[in-house]
């Protein structure tokens, strides 16, 4: 069954820790606001200062509110202490929000304050609060410099809760790393400055999880048993429900699948009474894997969609990845491929997704360097400009002298006349290469600017694709499931199914629309390669033209397809299939009902002419010069109301300048259009 992974919920759990942060009721929260609104001064930044440290982890955005207006409030009354408490914690919302980068802008500014007024525990928080931001992106080096510092601190000052939160990150970091002796020895040590059950608790399962690593299940065991105890004790429902996991995970290493499906069914029952969603996600998605590994699949197909249903409520991209691999194997051993197939591509999206998120944090690093490289440029050309000037002050000065005593020291004025010549000369000519290399900088930053511009352009029009069409098919769920809602009882079966048949074509166009920015933004960051193969070109069209196959027969648009049956050709597959596959969308999209989308493939003069040819609405010759264009690209609804990008015909023709192909585009406005494309048969 394997552990719980250290992924960065985990830290999430660490961080609450560090911050001391207790669960506020509802009830506590509304009347804190109420207060707040009654207050003035001092009291109101303390009382707001509150509600953004409460609200941080479940409603970051309000929290953000609260605290911009401590903020202003501190300033303009001089309050230095409560600013930063109120910049640290927005710090911490934004890190809930996802945005480490503009979190780490805040820390920096609270770090600034705190240092001036020698407050050391709320910089010892602080610094573990960066060091766990350094530990989710990877660089645990880092983190572990900055943990033993704050370790430092909190020796000197003996804060028993703030030392057992550093050693237990430690612990932490090298688990992730797999120094498991190093970690076993931190989390002992973290033990002796717990002084709640809760936390103990806490300690416990970590070192359980890695004695199931080892496969030391008698070690395992025994910390189990432990964690459970102090779980229950404290009352710490997260530490429960963790104990009855990892020993569910336990029981299962030992074969007694009775007491592991206990553990695991014990698990969920916690997490549904926590009401707390990543926890129910996780033990569902724990109980599916068990029934999956096991063979009771109707089992685990019930409890992993019901995992599922609820990390798409929360958009928690990790999990629909995790849940959505377990799924298709599922699906796969039911014989079910249909729905195998359908979790595969949602596999595939999340795990794009993931990859796109992780690309646009290196950009991030990458403008980061550059920032700091250009400044120490800067730096070196100043000193290279006041070494100089020293030089030419030096040289002024001495032919001063020389001049003064020019009658008495006529002979000597002539020798050092020529010493200072040399040394001008000398001068001049570091000058000149202090400008080449001013220079050849010079023309290294320009160069770099253009490439961030051109990322930058990139990273703009692929957001504004999403801000403008991603909408759409997303709003039209919204509307159509707020119908379905209220309505449900008193709209007709016709008009639910009408209804449900919109959400359908909305979902496709969805679908559609993320394959097509994830391959576009792949291609933009030049991470798609060709990977030639030789393939039948028949088979090639057939996997083109299938995923459109129901989409055309619902929409009773009849597919002609004319294709010599023995070629082969030498290709990219899926730039073969992606390609074909807009273009027969596009074709589909502005045909009317009965019209005829024809794909006819020709062997002329040592090329392939591949030409897909609609005879619905055609292209007005305005728009014909720029098809092919993105910038100000205004899309066409198709002639049921379809919905899209323009990205299809754009993805067409890069792909295509990629694969050096040549692409025809002929049309009339209702007479229908065709696309053709030239492909030289190597």
């Known amino acids: 069954m394997g552990t719980k992974s250290k992924n960065p919920f985990i830290f999430l759990i660490i961080y609450l820790l560090l911050l001391n942060l207790s669960l506020f009721a509802?009830?506590?929260?509304?009347?804190?606001?109420?207060?707040?609104?009654?207050?003035?001064?001092?009291?109101?930044?303390?009382?707001?200062?509150?509600?953004?440290?409460?609200?941080?982890?479940?409603?970051?955005?309000?929290?953000?509110?609260?605290?911009?207006?401590?903020?202003?409030?501190?300033?303009?009354?001089n309050l230095k202490g409560r600013k930063a408490d109120a910049l640290f914690n927005k710090g911490v919302a934004l890190w809930h929000l996802g945005n480490i980068p503009e979190s780490e802008?805040?820390?920096?500014?609270?770090?600034?304050?705190?240092?001036?007024?020698?407050?050391?525990?709320?910089?010892?928080?602080?610094?573990?609060?960066?060091?766990?931001?350094?530990?989710?992106?990877?660089?645990?080096d880092i983190a572990l410099e900055i943990f033993l510092k704050s370790l430092d601190y909190a020796n000197k000052i003996n804060d028993r809760p703030t030392i057992f939160n550093t050693l237990f990150n430690i612990g932490i970091v090298f688990d992730n790393r797999g120094e498991f002796d190093k970690a076993i020895e931190h989390y002992n040590k973290s033990l002796q400055y717990a002084d709640d059950k809760g936390s103990k608790a806490l300690v416990e399962n970590y070192l359980a999880e890695i004695y199931l690593t080892r496969k030391d299940l008698k070690k395992a065991e025994e910390f189990l048993n432990r964690a459970i105890l102090d779980a229950e004790?404290?009352?710490?429902?997260?530490?429960?429900?963790?104990?009855?996991?990892?020993?569910?995970?336990?029981?299962?290493?030992?074969?007694?699948?009775?007491?592991?499906?206990?553990?695991?069914?014990?698990?969920?029952?916690?997490?549904?009474?926590?009401?707390y969603k990543l926890d129910i996600i996780h033990s569902l998605t724990e109980l599916g894997k068990f029934y999956f590994k096991t063979k009771r699949l109707k089992e685990a197909e019930k409890y992993l969609l019901e995992a599922f249903d609820i990390a798409n409520q929360i958009n928690s991209v990790q999990d629909l990845s995790n849940i959505t691999n377990v799924l298709k194997d599922v699906y796969a051993e039911l014989n079910n491929y249909k729905q195998a197939f359908e979790f595969l591509k949602l596999n595939k999206q999340y795990s794009d997704t993931l990859q796109?998120?992780?690309?646009?944090?290196?950009?991030?690093?990458?403008?980061?360097?550059?920032?700091?490289?250009?400044?120490?440029?800067?730096?070196?050309?100043?000193?290279?400009?006041?070494?100089?000037?020293?030089?030419?002050?030096?040289?002024?000065?001495?032919?001063?002298?020389?001049?003064?005593?020019?009658?008495?020291?006529?002979?000597?004025?002539?020798?050092?006349?020529?010493?200072?010549?040399?040394?001008?000369?000398?001068?001049?000519?570091?000058?000149?290469?202090?400008?080449?290399?001013?220079?050849?900088?010079?023309?290294?930053?320009?160069?770099?600017?253009?490439?961030?511009?051109?990322?930058?352009?990139?990273?703009?029009?692929?957001?504004?694709?999403?801000?403008?069409?991603?909408?759409?098919?997303?709003?039209?769920?919204?509307?159509?499931?707020?119908?379905?809602?209220t309505d449900y009882d008193r709209i007709s079966d016709q008009e639910k199914k009408s209804l449900l048949s919109q959400m359908n074509n909305s979902s496709k166009n969805l679908i559609a629309l993320l394959e097509n920015l994830l391959t576009w933004a792949r291609l933009s960051s030049n991470k798609i390669e060709v990977v030639r193969s030789k393939s039948k070109l028949s088979e090639l069209i057939f996997s083109a033209v299938s995923p459109y196959e129901h989409w055309a027969k619902s929409k009773r648009v009849n597919l002609r397809i004319e294709i010599p049956e023995d070629k082969k050709i030498e290709t990219d597959p899926f730039i073969f299939q992606t390609v074909v596959g807009n273009l027969i969308n596009n074709a589909i999209k502005f045909s009317n009902s009965g019209d005829t989308v024809s794909v006819i493939a020709k062997l002329e003069n040592g090329k392939i002419r591949l030409s897909v040819k609609d005879n619905g609405v055609g292209i007005p010759e305005h728009r014909l010069k720029n098809i092919f264009g993105f910038d100000n690209k205004k899309t066409t609804k198709g002639t049921m109301n379809e919905s899209g990008t323009g990205l299809g015909l754009v993805l067409v023709k890069e792909l295509s300048d990629k694969m050096n192909w040549q692409i025809e585009v002929h049309s009339q406005p209702q007479l229908g259009s065709e696309f053709i494309l030239n492909i030289f048969d190597n």
């Not at 009291?43 to 609260?66: T, V």
């Not at 569910?248 to 007491?259: A, K």
């Not at 440029?377 to 100043?382: I, M, P, S, T």
């Open 356 to 485: 796109a998120i992780n690309q646009n944090e290196k950009i991030l690093e990458i403008e980061t360097k550059y920032a700091v490289k250009q400044k120490e440029k800067e730096a070196q050309l100043l000193k290279n400009e006041n070494e100089l000037q020293k030089k030419v002050i030096e040289t002024q000065k001495l032919i001063a002298i020389v001049v003064s005593v020019l009658g008495l020291f006529l002979v000597i004025l002539i020798a050092l006349l020529i010493r200072s010549r040399r040394k001008i000369l000398a001068a001049q000519k570091d000058l000149i290469m202090k400008n080449e290399e001013i220079e050849l900088s010079r023309k290294e930053i320009a160069a770099k600017n253009k490439e961030l511009e051109i990322l930058n352009s990139t990273k703009d029009k692929f957001f504004s694709i999403i801000a403008h069409d991603l909408r759409n098919p997303i709003a039209g769920f919204v509307s159509i499931s707020d119908i379905l809602e």
């Open 105 to 140: 802008n805040y820390y920096s500014q609270a770090k600034v304050i705190y240092e001036e007024l020698k407050d050391t525990l709320s910089l010892i928080k602080l610094y573990n609060s960066e060091a766990i931001n350094y530990s989710m992106r990877g660089r645990s």
């Open 233 to 275: 004790a404290s009352g710490d429902i997260n530490s429960q429900i963790w104990s009855y996991t990892n020993l569910g995970s336990l029981n299962f290493e030992r074969g007694n699948l009775t007491e592991a499906e206990k553990n695991f069914n014990s698990a969920l029952e916690l997490s549904r009474k926590s009401e």
């Open 26 to 77: 509802q009830t506590n929260i509304d009347s804190l606001i109420n207060l707040a609104e009654k207050s003035e001064g001092k009291e109101k930044i303390s009382l707001l200062i509150k509600l953004g440290y409460y609200l941080g982890s479940d409603n970051p955005a309000q929290a953000i509110k609260y605290l911009d207006e401590a903020i202003s409030l501190s300033d303009k009354l």
